[in-house]
């Protein structure tokens, strides 16, 4: 099997496991269960946004949170104002995106370095955490939303069907909804990264000034790399909001935007699956740890970290496919497959 | 007698005290062949540096078809034809030989045009056999081939090839010499070197610097006469 028709495979592997469950599991599951894959297809959207600048992009964004707190701030904010959830929806993307489309201007367009967009992307997440966090009080609303400071802003209108405020979703929608939005954003980033931009953002990641040499405006496509990004981010945060109708500064958090680089480290960053794989995976642990309150769950996490930086320091997916993919790929000019009867033979 | 393809004036480059290039007025005709030598610090590769936007002239100015350049991008001086070869093979390691080819290709062209070319120039440098490999793991030499290939298939008007011969074996080095006269046919191209060998053999016309300026411009055989290129090479500098 060559390198291509094992990555079409996995796609097509990928694609009927997501369908299954995205047809099945609302009619096996209740809906306790249905909630919680609910929440990681949400964590899966977060991680994914940042496995893509990141993996693919090179960006190394220590506050990919404020992307994910401006989405469900946005969200809350002008569902609470407008009623009606269609506009609020498409807000949470694009006010996120503009956001990361401003930064990213600005850091790349003045070529500082990867050190500096992680100090900057990381000081714009807690800015946003320490103006939220001090927004308590009756003053600070916007229209008829209480920002509420570290309170948060309880009880935000459920998404609805676009323009029918009165037909909102229930959870089995709100399942489908954050199920298909992932399968839709893996395969839409896939088909991305396989175009002549997708594949420049990743010669952008391995040499930038080879790239600047050849014609192709590094800054910009960065800088559309980043604000793909930052649009992700902000969708889950809409998501988030919608699923427990609530939102807290800590979603700005550092603690936050900690996970996410912890979950795209875990799953592998360079795939699209590995950051999903991680995001579900260490939500779960916590969900799972926090229910028990045996362990420390940040002392864990940390353990995680160092344990994968030192071992596995290409993640999961990536390992794996080291170990086993030579099983099913086999690159042309490496050993030939064997068949069952055939002499074994070595091809230089 | 045409506009030169590309001229500097009074070109300057200081970073704090040092003078890295001083006041060079380089003239290059259309589809010339240009070779520049010159020690260790010379200013050669922070002339490169100028001209591909890299660094900013500290003064003077460079024009390229009679266009002033110096104020633009990189990416934009790339797009208006000017190519670089840098010393330290600058490639995508991490990719294949066929995806870093595809890359320089698809700057301009598109779809099955560029696979098309991609494969022509992996049979012209004889990489057919290690299309798929990672450029990373190839020799010095092959990873100088794949990066004068990735420039090359952006079709620039100049090339320009810093060290190419680094650290290539005799035979790779011949075979560089008969690239270089091969692209000379269709393009212009500037080289700096070191071995006098290999500039001797396809080089007409060579520009010595010395100490950030041009020291002397004259045809190879009368440089390699010249004792004083002769003597900077050598470390002896001029008392006078």
């Known amino acids: 099997m060559t390198p291509v028709t094992a990555n079409r495979l996995g796609g097509a592997v990928v694609a009927i496991a997501g369908f299954a469950l995205l047809f099945g599991l609302p009619r096996l599951a209740d809906e306790f269960v249905l909630l919680q894959v609910t929440v990681y297809a949400i964590m899966a959207i977060l991680g994914l946004s940042l496995g893509f600048i990141w993996g693919y992009g090179g960006i190394l964004c220590f506050g990919q949170s404020a992307f994910y707190g401006l989405g469900a701030y946005a969200y809350a904010v002008a569902a609470i104002d407008m009623g009606d959830s269609t506009i609020p929806f498409l807000l949470a993307i694009a006010l996120p995106a503009a956001l990361a489309a401003a930064l990213g201007y600005f850091m790349f367009y003045a070529r500082i370095s990867d050190v500096y967009v992680g100090v900057i992307t990381l000081t714009v997440a807690l800015i946003f955490f320490n103006v939220v966090n001090s927004t308590s009080g009756a003053q600070y609303h916007i229209g008829a939303a209480m920002l509420g400071g570290f309170n948060g802003i309880p009880a935000i209108p459920p998404l609805n069907y676009p323009f029918d405020p009165d037909d909102a979703l229930d959870p089995t929608d709100m399942f489908e909804l954050s199920l298909g939005l992932l399968i839709a954003l893996y395969f839409g980033l896939r088909a991305l990264l396989a175009t002549r931009f997708g594949r420049v953002v990743v010669a952008i990641r391995e040499n930038e000034a080879r790239v600047e040499f050849i014609g192709y405006d590094a800054r910009l496509c960065k800088l559309i790399t980043f604000t793909i990004g930052g649009a992700i981010a902000g969708l889950a945060g809409c998501l988030f909001a919608n699923w427990g109708a609530f939102v807290s500064p800590t979603l700005f958090g550092i603690v936050q935007s900690a996970q996410i680089i912890i979950w795209v480290m875990v799953g592998g960053a360079g795939t699209l699956m590995g950051p999903i794989c991680g995001s579900v995976f260490i939500s779960w642990l916590a969900t799972e740890l926090g229910r028990q309150s045996a362990v420390n769950t940040p002392l864990l996490f940390g353990a995680i970290l160092i344990v994968f930086v030192l071992l596995v320091p290409n993640g999961i997916l990536p390992m794996l496919q080291q170990r086993f993919g030579h099983w099913v790929v086999r690159a042309p000019g490496a050993r030939r497959v064997v068949a069952a009867g055939e002499p074994a033979q070595e091809q230089p | ?240």
């Open chain 2, 1 to 240: 007698m045409t506009a030169p393809l590309l001229e500097t004036a009074a070109l300057n480059k200081s970073f704090g005290g040092v003078h890295a290039v001083r006041d060079v007025d380089f003239s290059l005709a259309e589809g010339e062949l240009r070779c520049l030598i010159g020690p260790n610090g010379a200013g050669k590769s922070t002339f490169f540096k100028m001209l591909t936007g890299q660094i900013a002239p500290t003064s003077g100015s460079i024009a390229f078809r009679g266009r002033r350049i110096d104020d633009l991008p990189p990416h934009a001086i790339a797009r208006l034809g000017i190519g670089i070869k840098t010393q330290v093979p600058n490639v995508f390691d991490r990719l294949s030989v066929r995806e870093n080819l595809w890359l320089g290709a698809s700057r301009r062209a598109r779809g099955r045009t560029a696979v098309a070319a991609v494969d022509r120039m992996l049979e012209r440098l004889r990489l057919d056999s290690a299309a798929e490999r990672q450029v990373g793991q190839l020799s010095h030499g092959q990873r100088q081939w794949v990066e004068l290939g990735i420039v090359l298939l952006g079709d620039p008007t100049l090339l320009l090839l810093d060290e190419p011969a680094a650290g290539m074996t005799q035979d790779e080095t011949a075979r560089t010499a008969e690239l270089i006269r091969e692209i000379n046919r269709t393009h212009a191209l500037v080289v700096v070197e070191h071995d006098m060998q290999f500039v001797r053999s396809i080089a007409r016309t060579v520009t010595v610097f010395n100490q950030g300026a041009v020291m002397v411009e004259a045809g190879v055989d009368e440089i390699m006469r010249d004792p004083r290129v002769r003597d900077i090479y050598l470390g002896k500098q001029a008392a006078a």
